[in-house]
């Protein structure tokens, strides 16, 4: 099963709101990722967990916090947000870090 | 340079041709390639990983040609349902940080009838 599991799949907030996206894997993967994708480009890495440790932070703004609860879970968590962070917001798992990555569904966000 | 650079397309191509895509790297280090194909709003899907000594499933095959630094995608008998944008990955080793993924651009493939 490579299954990825986020949510919600859509997400509509206002600039002062705060919300987090979930994010699931039941692969005992000890890689996971949270991607930002605008339309017509390709995804953009925001952070890495390897063994439920942040190793990669792709210098995100401070109004997106990554939270790694156990080696199943991701959240980010949203505070503040610009309309401009509005995008699909994919996250991924892999064995470990470099090898191939299996995406969820992602979370459609709009910010207002 | 960016370090995967590929074709944007779209090709657009019949039913039942036979369409390449190549890709290119900046990094000779590099150690792991593959190929994702993502549908319109929806998320990118693992194709295939691309062996040194090239591989086939089905009607696709990737090559990959380390001295030039470059992968290839051949997709024969195109169908319809293959119609989708198809993002080269390359693995990129940071040394004290670990790997991640670098992604191109995507190029868009349409299949008519």
């Known amino acids: 099963d490579t299954e990825v599991t986020q949510t919600p799949k859509h997400l509509v907030m206002g600039m002062t709101n705060k919300k987090s996206l979930k994010c699931e894997q039941h692969m005992g993967h000890r890689a996971m990722y949270w991607y930002k994708q605008k339309a017509k480009k390709p995804p953009e890495l925001m952070f890495v967990y390897s063994y439920e440790k942040l190793s990669i932070n792709e210098s995100v703004p401070s109004r997106f916090s990554p939270e790694c609860p156990n080696s199943s879970l991701l959240n980010l968590h949203l505070h503040a947000l610009q309309p401009e962070d509005s995008a699909l917001y994919l996250c991924a798992s892999s064995q470990v870090t470099g090898n191939e990555q299996y995406f969820g569904p992602g979370t459609r966000l709009t910010v207002t | 340079r960016k370090e995967v650079e590929q074709d944007p397309g779209p090709f657009n191509v019949p039913e039942g041709a036979t369409v390449a895509f190549n890709c290119t790297y900046s990094?000779?280090?590099?150690?792991?390639f593959f190929w994702y194909r993502q549908d319109c709003r929806k998320e990118p899907k693992l194709l295939m990983s691309?062996?040194?000594s090239g591989n086939e499933d089905g009607r696709f095959t990737a090559q990959l040609n380390r001295a030039s630094q470059y992968i290839s995608l051949l997709i024969r008998d195109s169908k319809l349902s293959d119609s989708a944008t198809y993002l080269c990955?390359?693995?990129?080793?940071?040394?004290?940080?670990?790997?991640?993924?670098?992604f191109g651009a995507g190029t868009i493939l349409r299949v008519k009838s």
């Open positions: 691309v062996y040194s």
């Open positions: 990955v390359v693995k990129m080793v940071l040394m004290e940080y670990g790997n991640k993924l670098v």
């Open positions: 990094n000779s280090a590099s150690q792991s």
